[in-house]
């Protein structure tokens, strides 16, 4: 069974820093890629940004292109989102999503498996 856990959310003042964390566990990750999604209080789920496990090409919503940065580690099976100049806007929290082969999408019906969120707060 796939499992992912994140970590790394917190409270951080508009133009700090943050990394998520997703450890990924329950099979080989080689051909599936991983997202990151954010779901702010009363809206849909958007995404952010995602990556193929196997050759680490990447893709973003143009709301954070430029300022974060999704990356993974192969030896630790963790995905992380690197996020810099965070906005108040930014506030949601943040879901590690895995979907079982190579194809990027970026809508949340096509991902398998979900962590249970950490909650990123950017005060102005």
């Known amino acids: 069974q796939v499992q992912l856990v994140e970590s790394g959310g917190g409270l951080v003042q508009a133009g700090g820093s943050l990394r998520l964390s997703c450890a990924a566990s329950?099979?080989?990750?080689?051909?599936?890629?991983m997202g990151w999604f954010r779901q702010a209080p009363g809206m849909d789920r958007d995404f952010v940004a995602v990556?193929?496990?196997?050759?680490?090409?990447?893709y973003y919503a143009d709301s954070v292109k430029g300022r974060f940065t999704i990356s993974r580690d192969n030896a630790k099976n963790t995905v992380y989102l690197q996020m810099n100049s965070l906005k108040p806007e930014d506030t949601a929290l943040y879901y590690c999503a895995a979907r079982g082969d190579p194809i990027f999408y970026t809508t949340p019906v096509e991902y398998q498996y979900w962590g249970q969120g950490t909650q990123v707060t950017v005060s102005s």
């Open positions: 990556i193929r496990w196997s050759g680490g090409s990447t």
């Open positions: 329950g099979r080989a990750f080689s051909r599936y890629v």
